[in-house]
């Protein structure tokens, strides 16, 4: 266990639906990421909030929407999703995100097939 | 961030230490080191960084050259839950991580 937990693990979708996935963290850290792990790639940054400040926003698409209501939690909504956005979508957090020598803490991630 | 260099896949006999080497030949001053794992279908695992020093925790060392162009991270005694892809990333700030392709390292019976 890292502290980090996101649900639902797993999730079938149709590319009309609207779901959201959550990430939740018990480090009190202050920066979370959302990364995304397509089969047979590098992982990609997402998104990154720092003190519940949208900080990077790694050119992804609108149907992905991230919101960090406080420190401790984030989601990231999805709409109208494509068959190519399945992926491994993963959650991580860290003391805070411009600091150096910081690791992260990563969710066990959230597989997510759109059909 | 600086660019890495691994082998695309290792392999390790269980009980024998694993050596996983690491190329970071642009590496600047403020540039650390970060080792990370991931086991298949999990989100990745952290297990140690260093700046100039060799490190040493209760997962693994690291060893960096006295000129910082390459690093080597030790499992002493590698185990079968050892097998994994091990990724050697180079980061001074900032927010990502930027993950490679990494090292496929199996540990064999």
């Known amino acids: 266990e890292t502290g980090v937990t996101q649900t639902p693990r797993h999730l079938v979708m149709g590319m009309t639906n609207k779901k959201s996935l959550k990430c939740e963290q018990h480090l009190g850290h202050n920066a979370m990421y959302w990364y995304k792990q397509s089969a047979k790639k590098p992982l990609e940054l997402m998104f990154v909030y720092n003190f519940k400040e949208q900080t990077e926003n790694n050119s992804v698409p609108s149907r992905f929407s991230p919101e960090c209501p406080n420190s401790s939690h984030l989601f990231l909504h999805l709409h109208t999703l494509q068959p190519e956005d399945s992926a491994l979508y993963l959650c991580?957090?860290?003391?805070?995100?411009?600091?150096?020598?910081?690791?992260?803490?990563f969710g066990p991630g959230t597989r997510l097939t759109v059909l | 961030d600086a660019k890495t260099t691994q082998p695309t896949s290792m392999d390790c006999a269980e009980g024998r230490a694993a050596n996983l080497p690491c190329n970071h030949s642009?590496?600047?001053?403020?540039?650390?080191v970060y080792w990370y794992r991931q086991i298949h279908s999990q989100g990745p695992q952290y297990i140690i960084h260093?700046?100039?020093n060799n490190e040493t925790n209760e997962m693994a060392s690291l060893i960096i050259t006295e000129d910082r162009k390459s690093s080597t991270l030790i499992l002493p005694h590698a185990t079968l839950r050892d097998t994994a892809v091990y990724y050697c990333i180079v980061r001074v700030s900032g927010y990502a991580l930027n993950f490679g392709k990494g090292t496929s390292l199996l540990v064999t019976p």
């Open positions: 991580a957090s860290s003391q805070e995100s411009s600091g150096r020598g910081q690791e992260q803490f």
């Open positions: 260093g700046l100039k």
């Open positions: 642009t590496i600047s001053g403020n540039e650390y």
